[in-house]
């Protein structure tokens, strides 16, 4: 099965919660056409199905804890796979959060040739996300599981960069500007790829 997606072109899309991640992509997604996959929408489609396992989801995202890594590695496979005979390239947001799951990725899927690190100050990110939260309507949007979120992004998610950084594909992108300053340089490091 997985064969279908041998040759597949991917980006890691990684950065702090709110950040800026889903808003670039989607101006990468008009641009370029690439496939976005967001492992946070995804649970979130999963939570919204009101399934057993949609339930157990809810309350660890509530928290603003990791979910285990099986979960989300499925769902991001079956979601690429299920794009395989359109897609130009994928852009995996919002994963790997933690080193373990961009081994795990690579294992189950392939290696990426672009990883995107979004980069805002903590205080940029929490102004983004209280006000993204007066109409998200998402549960994680609240000081509280914001302050976890940003730890937990710190603690397991910045030594991911580091990881690849080792492999010399981390292209660095100040996200404080406009929207669309900040997709100028998006696009620099997308085009640098062809
Ligand atoms: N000023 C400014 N605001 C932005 C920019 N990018 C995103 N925002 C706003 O910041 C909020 C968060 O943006 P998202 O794209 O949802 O961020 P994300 O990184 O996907 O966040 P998570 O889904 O929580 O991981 C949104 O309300 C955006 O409108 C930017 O470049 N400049
Ligand atoms: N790879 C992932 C992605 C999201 N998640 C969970 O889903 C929540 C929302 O993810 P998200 O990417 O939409 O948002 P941020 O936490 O980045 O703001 C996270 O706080 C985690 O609880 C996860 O466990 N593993
Ligand atoms: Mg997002």
Redesign the pocket.
């Known amino acids: 099965m997985s064969d279908k997606l041998k040759n597949a072109k991917i980006i890691f899309v990684v ?1 702090g ?7 670039q992509c989607e101006k990468v997604v008009a641009k370029y056409g690439y496939t976005h996959l967001s492992s ?1 929408d995804l649970l979130r489609a999963e939570v919204a199905s009101g399934s057993e396992r949609g339930k157990q989801l809810s309350a660890i995202m509530q928290k603003g804890e990791l979910v285990p890594l099986d979960t989300v590695l499925d769902m991001i496979k079956e979601a690429m796979i299920a794009k395989a005979d359109v897609s130009k390239g994928y852009l995996i947001d ?1 994963y790997p959060r933690e080193v373990k799951q961009g081994e795990e990725f690579e294992k189950k899927i392939g290696a990426p040739s672009l990883l995107l690190y ?1 980069d805002a100050k903590s205080e940029t990110m929490v102004k ?2 209280m ?2 939260g007066e109409t998200s309507g998402r549960a994680d949007d609240n000081e509280e599981t914001i302050k976890k979120r940003l730890d937990l992004y710190y603690k397991a998610t910045e030594p991911v960069i580091a990881f690849y950084q080792g492999r010399g594909i981390v292209r660095k992108i100040d ?1 404080e ?3 669309d300053d ?1 997709f100028s340089n998006v696009a620099k490091a997308i085009d640098s790829l062809k």
Request: hydrophobic share 20%.
């Open positions: 950065g919660p709110g950040s800026g991640k889903g808003t946070g919002g979004i983004r996300l006000k993204r996200s500007g406009s929207v900040v």
